[in-house]
């Protein structure tokens, strides 16, 4: 018996190929993120790598050293994601001739931003994935949009 778990457990560790770590995207590295509190600083914007978001939560990598962020934040990324049409490419997206991102980047001026004929790829309640003028814009935090 302890010769058989002995090769069960050698398969499982050194036979069975085990999945790399996933690198970050491309279109997710070098993302300019605006916090508004990290690590007792307020209003901080840095350059990280995107690792997952949703609203309210962050996670990203800077340098080395992974972080899990709670809180507003805003997020621009030069170059859009690959974005894949929902309902199984099927349905089309949301589009709004204005949107109004409250507090976006809010420690650089206003933090108003305005977004023309955007593209909402996720939205919920304090939450929006919009890409406009060739850009995306990502806010946890509060937003409008008109039709």
Aim: zero cysteines; hydrophobic letters at 40%.
């Amino acid at each position: 018996m302890k010769n058989t778990l002995t090769v069960v457990v050698f398969f499982f560790l050194v036979i069975l190929p085990l999945p790399a770590l996933s690198e970050t995207p491309d279109d997710q590295k070098g993302a300019v993120i605006y916090l508004d509190n990290f690590l007792g600083n307020p209003n901080m914007m840095i350059v990280a790598d995107l690792i997952s978001m949703k609203h309210g939560q962050l996670k990203f990598k800077m340098g080395e050293t992974e972080y899990n962020y709670s809180g507003n934040y805003s997020i621009y990324l030069k170059t859009p994601r690959h974005h894949s049409n929902p309902y199984f490419g099927l349905g089309s997206t949301d589009t709004a001739k204005l949107i109004h991102l409250e507090n976006f980047f809010k420690g650089n001026g206003d933090g108003e931003v305005w977004l023309k004929d955007a593209t909402v790829w996720e939205k919920s309640d304090g939450f929006i994935v919009a890409v406009a003028m060739g850009h995306e814009w990502i806010l946890s935090g509060n937003y409008t949009i008109q039709n």
